[in-house]
């Protein structure tokens, strides 16, 4: 009942206020349509040999934050696809100084029998640009023979707000990445919040003949708990909170679904606090339940904000 009150209060306040109070202007961006996108298209196809590969993605482009893939590779000479073969998928950033990195993804990729692709996914850290570049270094096998191809690919910014993602150093001293993969396009009522979240693995080996996925392993944490808070932090909306939302845990596709109920349209932030799998807190602070109209909300040192 207290939290009804307080509801209530924030969101009268929040009315009357809009005109007093100074507000960042977001009218522009809230206004805008937020496409949402379902269909696989290609990204980019090369012919390596007898064989071309082509990669799919939602909207046919590489964005910063979750891609899902699909790619398949045709025997040009027989006009056959290839199927059932031990396929590796791994993404490098080059920078300026010509160091190297990876970001989460599926090295590994699973075949689809019944739609004759292997599928994947990678999260992207950074967009392309002059100073840094990506390339797919994929590996395949047919006939007990092993084929390796490298493809540069463009990552483009990802303007959906609802798809962020974060990186951070946990408390336990390890780099990890949550994603947001849903809703794409938010609805004013409780909405399925899926994510992804990631570690990087650190070696524990020299490295090898390059690129050795040794130095660019990635891993989907398992049995974590990301529990959440979302506000709206501008002053005028006092960093209101809403209720009924539901905590993320994992499912059996390694994502996480929990549930979050935007009341409005406009500027939120999702407040997490990340637990491993005993319950310790990896990363994120507790945000003060205070009604601040007037005042810029407080944020958890681990959060990403989203607008629609």
Not at 128 to 148: G, V
Not at 218 to 224: G, I, K, R, T
Request: glycine share 6%.
């Amino acid at each position: 009942m207290k939290f009804f009150k307080h509801f209530v209060i924030a969101t009268l306040l929040a009315v009357t206020t809009s005109c007093t109070l100074d507000k960042t202007d977001f009218e522009a961006e809230i206004n805008r349509d937020v496409t949402e996108y379902f269909e696989f298209k290609e990204v980019t196809s090369f012919n390596s040999g007898n064989y071309k590969i082509s990669i799919e993605a939602l909207n046919g482009t590489f964005y910063k934050g979750y891609n899902e893939i699909r790619l398949t590779i045709l025997n040009t000479q027989t006009n056959l696809t290839l199927n059932n073969s031990d396929v590796t998928f791994l993404p490098i950033l080059t920078d300026s100084d010509n160091i190297k990195t990876s970001c989460p993804h599926r090295y590994h990729l699973v075949y689809n029998a019944e739609e004759q692709f292997y599928s994947g996914y990678v999260v992207f850290t950074s967009i392309s640009n002059p100073m840094e570049n990506w390339d797919l270094y994929i590996s395949f096998t047919d006939s007990n023979q092993t084929h390796t191809v490298n493809k540069l690919v463009t990552v483009q910014n990802q303007t959906n707000l609802n798809l962020n993602m974060t990186s951070f150093t946990g408390n336990d001293g390890e780099q990890y990445f949550i994603a947001l993969v849903a809703p794409q396009k938010p609805k004013v009522a409780e909405n399925e919040l899926v994510a992804g979240i990631y570690k990087y693995n650190q070696p524990t080996e020299p490295a090898g003949t390059f690129p050795d996925p040794s130095q660019f392993s990635y891993a989907e944490v398992e049995n974590y708990t990301l529990l959440l808070d979302p506000r709206m932090p501008e002053p005028s909306m006092g960093n209101h909170s809403s209720p009924n939302n539901v905590d993320l845990t994992q499912q059996a596709d390694g994502l996480y679904y929990g549930v979050v109920n935007y009341t409005m349209t406009g500027n939120w932030t999702l407040n997490f606090m990340l637990l491993n799998q005993n319950g310790a807190l990896i990363k994120g602070t507790e945000v003060p339940t205070d009604f601040t109209p007037g005042i810029e909300g407080v944020k958890s040192e681990l959060h990403i904000d989203i607008l629609f």
